[in-house]
């Protein structure tokens, strides 16, 4: 790693000698693209083994110590280049086009680059400013950095005795394991420790988020962009409108959500308003409660998948007999689950935190999702074009969980253990759509009360956060009590790091419920206009891939029918158990 570190900056320290050739011919252009692009596709995998060894364990300072220094090269890349898009735009269309006439590769591998760059003329700066922005690129990670050593490595969590005597320290795994627990007093329990310990970094926390947000607000002011939420959207091309749509259609959605609310509310046999501890446990028992190793997760995974096709399953055969994953929690690791497609001349990889339940089984269908997209993309596509949108990729591992979920009630051994996979499917809607939609709205209000003038701290996010909880959960209706206590749940949230992420995964699993719909209606054609966006990387802009593979993310269409797929959930639940609460 560290000669090839080495060997990569030098290339990129050289790339400034390419500054004023773009213009002398298609080649000379191509020259120049060429280089940026090898010292792009090294940094990339450089970056990948970096991360992939600071998150093993977050204690070990020497593995931050060189994810610093790939950060670093990604710096010093755009520092190097930053020329490039103002030489680029400079020389105008009429030329950029006729070279790209005039080279096969460099239509082949740079074209869509090529025409983004152009469309992004009004928000590129002069070659001094690009320089100073792409230096403070280190600058900008930081609080995210910072919070995920804080999060992860170093906050201090606290051990809680459960009813039935055992002893639990409550790291974000075990939180996610234990407020899923049948008893209500153990809910609590878990809740007011686990919220007390984040809410006690409350200032420290909400320090740097603010901080995050001021970056979002003085990278798209520089930009000139009318705000944050512009700029973020401006790299996918994206219609205001996708977002417009998306928030509205889930407003007007809330009746279906507390219908949602207050069936939980009577199968877990709770007399009086449901509080927000109540969210996790399983709608249904299911004695015992399944087990799956990771070979049992990789199997059911296959089985559950054959709508998507034979290439599709050869690939996630590839990947699981490749050695792939980190599967196992252990102190120090990050935790969640991610897929690293970055070493496009490698593999992806996976981090996961398995723990043997069904969230263990379906984070495996949702990451190696990912995966194959990141597979078949970079089977089809140059590294220029390898990459895509997260707009397109969480319909890529949604739409896995969602077949995975209908795979399970399908094949359900007893009517318990179909209602089992039913709550299931119906407690990942809420999850991935409406918590996310309402992570979304959160986002955008503490970036416009930065954008209008106003202070931002902890505290008053966690009043803003109160605000959207008793919106969404029905508060003001009688379906659920919101404890203040609670509303710190902000700070756990390492999305809010990554600006405007989160709202994608709420349009995503829309058009995974559209697509997934249309797979099992129509089959093989429905299936190949899905493989062909997942191939298709970045060729285009995610929003006309979309189009191409037949749903319009900007209409009412994919989120109604997501929210039909949750009515429809909830009606076989009705027919199955009418008017019975489990107690």
């Known amino acids: ?230 700029a973020a959207q401006f790299s996918d091309n994206m219609p205001d409108a996708v977002y417009r749509t998306l928030v509205a259609e889930t407003n007007a959605a809330l009746p279906t959500f507390h219908r949602y609310l207050r069936l939980r509310q009577r199968l877990l046999g709770i007399q009086g308003p449901l509080h927000y501890y109540d969210n996790y446990p399983p709608l249904f028992a299911l004695h015992p409660l399944p087990v799956f190793s990771v070979a049992d997760s990789e199997r059911i995974t296959l089985e559950a998948l054959q709508p998507l096709g034979e290439e599709y399953l050869g690939l996630l055969r590839r990947g699981f007999a490749g050695r792939w994953m980190n599967v196992d929690p252990h102190p120090g690791k990050y935790s969640g689950a991610y897929m690293n497609g970055s070493a496009y001349d490698v593999h992806p990889y996976l981090l996961l935190n398995h723990t043997g339940d069904y969230q263990s089984l379906s984070t495996i269908a949702h990451e190696w999702g990912h995966a194959v997209h990141t597979m078949l993309s970079n089977i089809a596509q140059p590294f220029d074009k390898s990459g895509y949108s997260t707009f397109i990729a ?34 990942q809607i809420r999850s991935t759509f409406f918590r996310q939609v309402q992570f979304a709205e959160f986002e955008l209000r503490i970036h416009e009360e930065l954008e209008q003038g106003h202070a931002l701290s902890g505290a008053r996010m966690t009043a803003m956060y109160c605000t959207l909880l008793r919106k969404y959960y029905g508060e003001a209706e009688g379906v659920m009590k919101i404890d203040p206590a609670y509303c710190a749940e902000w700070s756990y949230v390492p999305h809010f790091f990554m600006d405007f992420y989160v709202y994608q995964y709420a349009t995503s699993m829309a058009g995974a419920a559209y697509m997934t719909d249309a797979i099992l209606k129509e089959g093989a054609p429905a299936r190949d206009r899905f493989l062909t966006m997942l191939r298709a990387g970045n060729s285009a802009y995610a929003y006309e891939l979309y189009k191409q593979a037949g749903v319009d993310m900007a209409t009412p269409e994919p989120y109604r029918a997501l929210i039909a797929r949750m009515n429809r959930i909830m009606d076989q639940i009705e027919a199955l158990q009418p008017r019975q609460a489990r107690h």
């Open 394 to 427: 969480e319909s890529a591992s949604i739409g896995n969980e969602m077949l995975l979920n209908d795979y399970m009630v399908e094949h359900a051994g007893s009517k318990a253990e179909k209602l089992y996979y039913l709550g299931l499917g119906l407690d």
């Open 1 to 230: 790693w560290n000669e090839a570190f080495a060997r990569t900056q030098g290339a990129a320290t050289a790339l400034e000698r390419y500054k004023g050739t773009l213009g002398g011919s298609a080649a000379a252009m191509l020259t120049a693209l060429d280089a940026i692009s090898a010292a792009q596709r090294e940094s990339a995998r450089l970056a990948v083994y970096a991360g992939l060894k600071a998150d093993e364990d977050l204690r070990v300072a020497s593995n931050q110590e060189r994810r610093q220094q790939s950060q670093a090269l990604g710096t010093l890349i755009a520092q190097k280049t930053s020329w490039l898009a103002p030489e680029i735009i400079a020389l105008g269309a009429d030329t950029v086009h006729r070279f790209v006439a005039e080279s096969a590769p460099l239509a082949q591998r740079f074209d869509f680059f090529l025409d983004n760059t152009l469309r992004g003329a009004p928000h590129t700066l002069d070659e001094q400013a690009e320089n100073v922005m792409a230096a403070a690129g280190t600058f900008l990670q930081q609080p995210g950095t910072v919070r995920s050593l804080l999060a992860n490595g170093e906050l201090p969590m606290p051990t809680v005795t459960l009813s039935g005597g055992r002893k639990v320290r409550l790291d974000q795994s075990a939180y996610d394991k234990y407020r899923q627990s049948p008893d209500r007093a153990d809910r609590k329990l878990v809740f007011d420790a686990f919220w007390g310990a984040w809410s006690r970094y409350q200032g420290t926390l909400g320090g740097l988020l603010s901080a995050q947000v001021m970056g979002d607000a003085f990278s798209a002011g520089a930009r000139h962009f009318d705000n944050s939420l512009q």
